[in-house]
Protein backbone atom coordinates (compact mmCIF):
# COMPACT_ATOMS: atom_id res chain seq x y z
CA UNK A 1 0.00 0.00 0.00
CA UNK A 2 0.84 3.86 -0.76
CA UNK A 3 2.25 5.42 2.21
CA UNK A 4 4.37 8.33 3.34
CA UNK A 5 6.69 8.77 6.85
CA UNK A 6 7.54 11.69 8.47
CA UNK A 7 9.82 11.15 11.20
CA UNK A 8 8.85 13.75 13.55
CA UNK A 9 5.87 14.75 14.85
CA UNK A 10 7.11 17.48 16.78
CA UNK A 11 10.11 19.89 16.51
CA UNK A 12 10.98 23.06 18.47
CA UNK A 13 13.84 24.99 16.97
CA UNK A 14 15.19 28.49 17.70
CA UNK A 15 14.78 31.24 15.49
CA UNK A 16 18.17 30.78 12.62
CA UNK A 17 18.22 27.40 13.27
CA UNK A 18 18.45 25.18 10.48
CA UNK A 19 15.40 22.60 9.72
CA UNK A 20 15.14 19.45 8.21
CA UNK A 21 12.34 17.37 8.09
CA UNK A 22 12.47 13.99 7.07
CA UNK A 23 9.87 12.57 4.39
CA UNK A 24 10.01 8.69 2.83
CA UNK A 25 7.58 7.39 0.83
CA UNK A 26 6.34 3.82 -0.03
CA UNK A 27 5.61 3.09 -4.15
CA UNK A 28 7.38 1.28 -6.73
CA UNK A 29 6.54 3.36 -9.91
CA UNK A 30 7.43 7.24 -10.86
CA UNK A 31 5.86 9.74 -8.35
CA UNK A 32 5.24 13.41 -8.06
CA UNK A 33 5.97 14.86 -4.79
CA UNK A 34 4.83 17.53 -2.41
CA UNK A 35 5.68 19.39 0.93
CA UNK A 36 2.37 21.41 2.14
CA UNK A 37 2.42 23.92 4.72
CA UNK A 38 -0.75 24.62 7.44
CA UNK A 39 -0.25 27.90 9.23
CA UNK A 40 -2.40 28.26 12.79
CA UNK A 41 -5.76 29.12 11.50
CA UNK A 42 -5.04 28.75 7.79
CA UNK A 43 -5.94 25.83 5.23
CA UNK A 44 -2.93 23.77 3.11
CA UNK A 45 -0.83 25.74 1.00
CA UNK A 46 1.66 24.45 -1.41
CA UNK A 47 4.77 25.25 -0.29
CA UNK A 48 7.13 23.22 -3.23
CA UNK A 49 6.60 19.77 -5.37
CA UNK A 50 9.10 18.07 -7.42
CA UNK A 51 8.07 16.61 -10.89
CA UNK A 52 10.72 16.01 -12.70
CA UNK A 53 14.26 16.81 -13.31
CA UNK A 54 16.29 18.56 -11.09
CA UNK A 55 16.11 16.78 -8.08
CA UNK A 56 16.94 19.69 -5.81
CA UNK A 57 13.24 21.85 -5.68
CA UNK A 58 12.93 25.18 -3.85
CA UNK A 59 9.72 26.64 -2.84
CA UNK A 60 8.46 29.67 -1.52
CA UNK A 61 10.16 31.38 1.65
CA UNK A 62 13.25 29.45 1.47
CA UNK A 63 12.63 26.19 1.84
CA UNK A 64 13.74 23.47 -0.24
CA UNK A 65 13.74 19.86 -0.50
CA UNK A 66 15.65 17.22 -2.29
CA UNK A 67 14.10 14.27 -3.86
CA UNK A 68 16.89 11.01 -3.81
CA UNK A 69 14.93 8.09 -5.45
CA UNK A 70 17.32 5.60 -4.34
CA UNK A 71 16.30 6.17 -0.49
CA UNK A 72 12.85 6.95 -1.47
CA UNK A 73 12.99 10.17 0.25
CA UNK A 74 12.32 13.94 -0.17
CA UNK A 75 13.52 16.10 3.18
CA UNK A 76 12.08 19.52 3.13
CA UNK A 77 15.04 21.65 4.37
CA UNK A 78 15.92 25.35 5.36
CA UNK A 79 18.72 26.98 6.35
CA UNK A 80 17.88 29.34 8.90
CA UNK A 81 14.26 29.45 10.44
CA UNK A 82 11.82 32.45 11.58
CA UNK A 83 9.22 32.64 14.05
CA UNK A 84 6.84 33.04 11.33
CA UNK A 85 7.94 29.60 10.14
CA UNK A 86 5.83 28.02 13.05
CA UNK A 87 3.19 25.54 11.48
CA UNK A 88 2.31 22.18 10.56
CA UNK A 89 3.90 20.81 7.54
CA UNK A 90 2.50 17.92 5.66
CA UNK A 91 4.77 15.61 2.92
CA UNK A 92 2.54 14.59 0.69
CA UNK A 93 3.11 12.63 -3.42
CA UNK A 94 1.01 10.76 -5.94
CA UNK A 95 1.18 8.36 -8.78
CA UNK A 96 3.46 9.82 -11.94
CA UNK A 97 0.46 9.64 -13.75
CA UNK A 98 -1.66 12.32 -11.57
CA UNK A 99 -4.95 10.62 -12.24
CA UNK A 100 -4.83 9.98 -8.14
CA UNK A 101 -5.35 11.71 -4.83
CA UNK A 102 -2.50 12.45 -2.77
CA UNK A 103 -1.26 10.32 -0.05
CA UNK A 104 -0.37 12.16 2.95
CA UNK A 105 2.08 12.18 5.89
CA UNK A 106 0.62 12.56 9.10
CA UNK A 107 2.46 15.99 9.45
CA UNK A 108 5.10 17.37 11.50
CA UNK A 109 4.28 20.14 13.75
CA UNK A 110 7.25 22.68 13.54
CA UNK A 111 7.72 25.49 16.54
CA UNK A 112 9.70 28.34 16.64
CA UNK A 113 10.76 29.94 19.44
CA UNK A 114 12.02 33.96 19.09
CA UNK B 1 -8.06 35.35 -7.86
CA UNK B 2 -10.65 33.02 -5.64
CA UNK B 3 -9.37 30.24 -4.47
CA UNK B 4 -11.34 27.07 -3.72
CA UNK B 5 -13.86 27.69 -1.30
CA UNK B 6 -16.11 25.06 0.92
CA UNK B 7 -19.18 25.65 3.12
CA UNK B 8 -20.29 25.42 5.38
CA UNK B 9 -17.06 25.73 7.26
CA UNK B 10 -18.57 24.49 10.28
CA UNK B 11 -20.89 21.92 10.86
CA UNK B 12 -22.61 19.88 13.76
CA UNK B 13 -24.99 17.23 13.41
CA UNK B 14 -26.74 14.56 15.67
CA UNK B 15 -25.72 10.90 14.82
CA UNK B 16 -27.86 9.28 12.07
CA UNK B 17 -28.81 12.73 10.82
CA UNK B 18 -28.05 13.29 6.95
CA UNK B 19 -25.10 15.83 5.89
CA UNK B 20 -24.38 18.04 2.55
CA UNK B 21 -20.86 19.47 2.36
CA UNK B 22 -20.12 21.86 -0.49
CA UNK B 23 -17.31 22.50 -2.36
CA UNK B 24 -16.80 25.00 -5.34
CA UNK B 25 -13.44 24.91 -6.86
CA UNK B 26 -11.31 27.39 -8.71
CA UNK B 27 -12.61 28.62 -11.92
CA UNK B 28 -11.20 26.62 -14.89
CA UNK B 29 -9.85 23.53 -12.85
CA UNK B 30 -11.39 20.18 -14.12
CA UNK B 31 -10.69 17.82 -11.33
CA UNK B 32 -12.02 17.67 -7.53
CA UNK B 33 -10.58 16.15 -4.39
CA UNK B 34 -12.30 15.04 -1.50
CA UNK B 35 -9.91 14.63 1.53
CA UNK B 36 -10.62 14.12 5.11
CA UNK B 37 -8.29 14.71 7.64
CA UNK B 38 -8.68 13.43 11.41
CA UNK B 39 -7.23 14.92 14.82
CA UNK B 40 -3.40 14.35 14.47
CA UNK B 41 -3.23 12.64 10.71
CA UNK B 42 -3.07 14.04 7.26
CA UNK B 43 -5.49 14.19 5.14
CA UNK B 44 -7.15 11.19 3.22
CA UNK B 45 -7.82 10.53 -0.38
CA UNK B 46 -12.04 10.11 -0.30
CA UNK B 47 -12.99 10.54 -3.89
CA UNK B 48 -11.46 12.48 -7.03
CA UNK B 49 -13.40 14.10 -9.97
CA UNK B 50 -12.25 15.01 -13.55
CA UNK B 51 -15.34 16.27 -15.11
CA UNK B 52 -18.26 15.31 -13.83
CA UNK B 53 -17.49 11.49 -13.39
CA UNK B 54 -16.02 10.17 -10.24
CA UNK B 55 -12.76 9.29 -11.80
CA UNK B 56 -11.18 7.04 -8.57
CA UNK B 57 -12.93 7.04 -5.18
CA UNK B 58 -11.58 4.54 -3.93
CA UNK B 59 -11.43 6.14 -0.66
CA UNK B 60 -14.59 6.09 0.31
CA UNK B 61 -14.84 4.80 3.77
CA UNK B 62 -18.36 2.98 3.26
CA UNK B 63 -21.83 3.10 0.90
CA UNK B 64 -23.26 6.20 3.32
CA UNK B 65 -20.50 8.25 1.32
CA UNK B 66 -21.38 10.03 -1.83
CA UNK B 67 -20.28 12.62 -4.31
CA UNK B 68 -21.52 14.46 -7.12
CA UNK B 69 -20.30 17.00 -9.45
CA UNK B 70 -23.34 17.78 -11.77
CA UNK B 71 -22.22 20.27 -13.81
CA UNK B 72 -18.49 19.72 -13.77
CA UNK B 73 -17.89 22.60 -11.17
CA UNK B 74 -19.28 22.94 -7.70
CA UNK B 75 -19.22 19.48 -5.91
CA UNK B 76 -21.19 18.14 -2.90
CA UNK B 77 -20.29 15.52 -0.56
CA UNK B 78 -23.27 13.81 1.41
CA UNK B 79 -22.82 11.56 4.37
CA UNK B 80 -26.37 9.39 5.16
CA UNK B 81 -26.28 8.36 8.61
CA UNK B 82 -23.83 10.01 10.39
CA UNK B 83 -21.89 8.13 12.60
CA UNK B 84 -19.89 9.85 15.58
CA UNK B 85 -16.15 8.32 13.61
CA UNK B 86 -17.08 10.93 10.94
CA UNK B 87 -16.16 13.85 12.75
CA UNK B 88 -13.46 15.03 10.86
CA UNK B 89 -12.43 18.18 8.74
CA UNK B 90 -13.62 17.37 5.12
CA UNK B 91 -11.09 19.15 2.57
CA UNK B 92 -11.61 19.79 -1.37
CA UNK B 93 -8.95 20.22 -3.94
CA UNK B 94 -9.11 21.08 -7.22
CA UNK B 95 -6.22 20.97 -10.06
CA UNK B 96 -6.44 22.32 -13.83
CA UNK B 97 -6.67 18.27 -14.32
CA UNK B 98 -4.93 14.78 -14.03
CA UNK B 99 -0.82 15.11 -13.80
CA UNK B 100 -1.54 18.67 -14.75
CA UNK B 101 -0.22 20.51 -11.58
CA UNK B 102 -0.63 21.05 -8.29
CA UNK B 103 -3.79 20.62 -6.11
CA UNK B 104 -4.71 23.56 -4.44
CA UNK B 105 -7.32 23.28 -0.92
CA UNK B 106 -10.18 25.08 0.43
CA UNK B 107 -10.29 26.03 4.19
CA UNK B 108 -12.27 22.80 5.00
CA UNK B 109 -16.18 21.80 6.53
CA UNK B 110 -15.32 20.99 10.21
CA UNK B 111 -17.79 18.28 10.75
CA UNK B 112 -18.96 17.15 14.35
CA UNK B 113 -20.97 14.26 14.94
CA UNK B 114 -22.62 14.25 18.55
Known amino acids: AQSVSQHNHHVILSEAASLELGCNYS??????LFWYVQYPGQHLQLLLK??????LVKGIKGFEAEFIKSKFSFNLRKPSVQWSDTAEYFC????????????FGKGTHLIIQP | GAGVSQTPSNKVTEKGKYVELRCDPI?????LYWYRQSLGQGPEFLIY????????DSGLPNDRFFAVRPEGSVSTLKIQRTERGDSAVYLC????????????FGPGTRLLVL
Open chain 2, 93 to 104: ASSLGPGAGSQY
Open chain 1, 27 to 32: YGGTVN
Open chain 1, 50 to 55: YFSGDP
Open chain 1, 92 to 103: AFHSGGGADGLT
Open chain 2, 27 to 31: SGHTA
Open chain 2, 49 to 56: FQGTGAAD
